[in-house]
Each structure stands twice: as C-alpha cells, then as structure tokens.
C-alpha cells in the first residue's frame, strides 16, 4: 500500500488541470471572463465537493484496510508516513536515499563482463513524463477542434487585430492636408490600390482616361495650384468647378486626407515617373509643362 496524497496537494492539481481544460477549449469566447462566469464557478465547486468526497471515502478505505492487514505491514506504513507531507514528497521524488539501493536491478551482459546497473528512474522524472503525456491529449485534442495552437486560426486573428490596431491609428493619427501632403513613393502600392476602387471607373486603371479625362498626359482643365502634386491633391479634395462629374472626394469625407495623400501620389507617379499607355483618350485643356516645385 503506497503512502497517500493529502487533499490538499491532490484537489488543487485536479482543479488546475480543470482550469486548464477550460482555458484551452473555451479560449475562443475570446475572453477570460468564462472563468469567472456563474456556470464555470458552480462547476468547479460541484468538482471540488466530488473530489472532497473521493477522498474521505477512499481515506475510509484506507482505514479499513489498516485494520485488516499484519501488525508489521502496518508498522511499515506508518513508517513510510511519518513526518510531514513535504518531507514525504521529497523522499517520495527523489527516493529516500536510505532506501535508493534496494532491490536495483543488475543486468549483466555477460560476454564484457560489464555489469549494468538499472537504476530506478527518479520519481520526478516519471511524473513529469507522465504530464507530458497528459498535456498532449488536451494539445491534440484542442488542435484538432479547437482555435487553440491551430496556427492557421491563430494567425487570422492576429491578422485581425492588426488590421483593428491600423484601424485604430489611422483614426486617431491627424490627416493630411494640402498644405502638408506631398508625394511619396512608398504610397504609390496603397495608392493605386485605391484608385482602383474609386477612380478607375472613370480614368481607367492606368489613367488613361475614359469618362474623366487622361491623366497621364501633359493637359490640364483644371489648375488651381502650381505645383502639380498639389494640383492634383486638391481636385481630388475640391472636385471639378465645372464639371460635378468629378465630385469633391475630400471635401464630402468620401476619401480622408491621408487616402488622397497616396491616391494623388499614383496619379503624380503615372503622370510624371512611369511609362505612358500605349492608347489614352486625346488630351483635354492646357499644356503645362512648367510645374513649381514647392
Ligand atoms: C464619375 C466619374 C469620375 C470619377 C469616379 C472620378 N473622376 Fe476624376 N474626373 C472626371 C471628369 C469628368 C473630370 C473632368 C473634370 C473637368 O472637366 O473639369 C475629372 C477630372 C479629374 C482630374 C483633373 C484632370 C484635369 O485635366 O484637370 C483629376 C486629377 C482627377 N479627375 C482625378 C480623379 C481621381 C484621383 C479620382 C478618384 C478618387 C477620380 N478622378 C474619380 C470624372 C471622374
């Protein structure tokens, strides 16, 4: 008969193994309120009364053994008993040395004449080994049906928070303006990106103009800057004066100030940087060549 665990030590580990179980399966509420939530809470206290009760049942059968076996089986687990339980966990982990050396086990490999000591595995080591084994299951098992340690799951929600977090900046970070928006090449991706979506209908894709006018020739109807980015800046804020067709994106709060910034940095790039489209709809307005540059 083995010494036994206190309630203590043995209910608190079952509680936590619990705990862990719900961590893992119920992580995906997404919160940790599930913990403090009136059905987890009565349900750990059902456990932890079943448990009580385990324990006073199996210490009442324990008892009643005492009673049944030989007055030296019983001194022996006295013995093994005595002292306080710390004392008796650290002898039951690491062996009781006085005891290490009993019935080791000599294997003998005979044609050397190498004598192998098998050695008791410290205790430790085996119940490590055997949580090990243990937080597998729940690790398979929450990978199999559970968005816990799925790394495709996990990756989507932490691309979701990402996209919440730029969000939240961009809401928070003040617009641009025309008096600081200037053009920047790393915008010109993004910028496209949203010409795409709300431009292209009328401009084409390459700006080569359809309904709107070319933008990526040297012809403007409308000049209300002198420097061409900013020209553009503020027709995309302002609108066309006479032609509605072109509607205010900025001024209505369709486009905010820092999406004008990197649209008006791809309508510059393919104005003034890259190559022209081999067809575009004939030019329209003023030539203008002679930009300033601030
Ligand atoms: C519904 C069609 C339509 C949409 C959508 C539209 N435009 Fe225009 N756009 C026009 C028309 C028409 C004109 C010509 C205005 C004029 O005659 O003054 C124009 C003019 C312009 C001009 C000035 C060209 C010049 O020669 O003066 C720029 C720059 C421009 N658009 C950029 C944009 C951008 C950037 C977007 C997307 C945010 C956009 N447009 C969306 C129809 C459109």
Known sequence: MRSRIPSFIMIPSFLSIII????????SYNHIYYLV???????????????WILEFVNSLIFRKKLQSIEEKER????????????????????????KMNDGVKKIDHGFDGIIELDNRLPMWWIHLFYM??????????????????????????????????????EKNTPQVTIENACF????IDSGKTLFDENCATCHQSDGSGNIGPNLTDDYWINTKEKNLFKNIFSIIWNGSDNNPTMR??????????????????????????????????????????????I
């Open 37 to 51: 939530h009136p059905i987890t809470i009565s349900f750990l206290i059902v456990t932890t009364i079943l448990l």
């Open 184 to 187: 920047k090449e790393n915008l």
């Open 132 to 169: 090990t084994i243990i937080f597998s299951a729940i690790y398979f098992f929450s990978y199999l049906f559970m968005d816990f340690s799925n790394p495709y799951k996990e990756y989507e929600i932490a691309y979701k928070n990402q996209l919440k977090q730029i969000e939240i900046f």
């Open 75 to 98: 001194i022996k687990i006295f013995e093994e008993n005595e002292g306080n339980y710390f004392y008796r966990l650290y002898k039951f982990i690491f062996h009781d040395p006085k």
């Open 248 to 293: 205010a994106f900025g001024k209505s709060g369709e486009i905010k100030g820092n999406d004008i910034e990197k649209i008006s940095s791809y309508v510059y790039f393919i104005n003034q940087k890259s190559k022209k489209p081999l067809t575009s709809k004939a030019p329209q307005g003023k030539k203008i060549t002679e930009w300033s540059k």
């Open 20 to 27: 862990f179980m719900f961590y893992v399966f119920f992580r």
